[in-house]
């Protein structure tokens, strides 16, 4: 019995689609997806109008379900998901396994070894990709599901696998910062943080960690800048993610850090008015894709 049967469909969380969406007329539409602890989420971007008219977000089952279970179980239902001919279609994973490295000292077929460093891939159950960013000159050399990195590439031959920080850098890298500071970027998730830090619109530090409690993510915070020589009182901190202004995590961070904010979404993007009352600083890295 395939896996779509066995594994029920995640609980939608928001469905928001704007009436301008033509499900018959898929090549006129991107599809972006982005798969990790906290579910999945799905956004769809008209091409002609550089505009997104569709985001929806799914609760994972439980942390035991493979992605691709939970993939599989929504596209056999969904009006979306289950649809092929799309314009361009682009997967981010999420998880805590990727490096980056210089696009210039990249050689393909040497992925394994240069993640090798910073996790140790099981082949059996994991595949190691690599996504070039032109702009950056950076490569970022990732593992993901192998189950699901096959079905992705059965169901959307064409399409692109990417790691989330791929979608982070492009997005933070097209915002309209200006100055040669370095800053630093948050994108938080389901008991998991990713710090980032830009001058210039290069990287200089990206990881991503695991908390548990919000002190666990103020520790990280704080030992990222200490680290970087960055001041909690002057530097500016801006968050994106899964949070609220009176979230337990968001007085921690406040309570500590003098200059935090929460960011906005991509610029030079449009957005459905169905998406008004979506924070705008929540599914950063969904929009993101549509940069990458």
């Not at 995640?10 to 997806?33: C, F, G, I, M, V």
């Not at 393909?108 to 690599?130: I, K």
């Not at 492009?170 to 980032?196: D, F, K, M, P, W």
């Amino acid at each position: 019995m395939s896996a779509s049967v066995l594994t029920p469909a995640p609980a939608a969380l928001q469905r928001l689609h704007d009436e301008t969406l033509d499900l018959d007329n898929p090549s006129a539409y991107n599809l972006y997806l982005t798969a990790g602890p906290a579910g999945l989420r799905i956004g769809v971007a008209d091409v002609r109008r550089n505009k997104f008219v569709a985001l929806e977000d799914y609760a994972a089952p439980d942390a035991a379900t493979p992605l691709a279970a939970q993939l599989q179980a929504l596209a056999a239902e969904h009006e979306l998901l289950g649809r092929t001919g799309w314009n361009r279609v682009r997967l981010a994973v999420q998880n805590r396994h990727f490096t980056l490295l210089p696009a210039s000292l990249f050689r393909a077929g040497d992925e394994a070894t240069y993640l090798r460093l910073h996790h140790n891939t099981d082949a059996q159950r994991e595949q190691v990709l690599h996504y070039t960013h032109p702009g950056l000159e950076i490569t970022n050399i990732f593992a993901a599901e192998r189950t699901l990195a096959e079905w992705f590439q059965a169901t959307y031959p064409e399409g692109r696998l990417l790691h989330h920080t791929s979608a982070l850098l492009e997005g933070i890298a097209h915002q309209n910062e200006q100055g040669s500071s370095r800053r630093i970027y948050l994108s938080i998730s389901y008991q998991e943080v990713t710090l980032l830090a830009m001058r210039d619109k290069q990287p200089e530090f990206c990881n991503v960690f695991p908390f548990s409690t919000p002190e666990d993510l103020i520790y990280y915070t704080i030992l990222v800048m200490q680290e970087l020589q960055l001041n909690p009182d002057q530097d500016v901190v801006t968050v994106w993610g899964d949070l609220t202004h009176d979230s337990e995590l968001f007085t921690i961070l406040r309570k500590y850090i003098r200059n935090i904010r929460f960011g906005n979404r991509p610029y030079d993007l449009g957005y459905s008015y169905r998406l008004n009352d979506v924070f705008e600083y929540r599914y950063f890295e969904l929009y993101a894709l549509h940069l990458c």
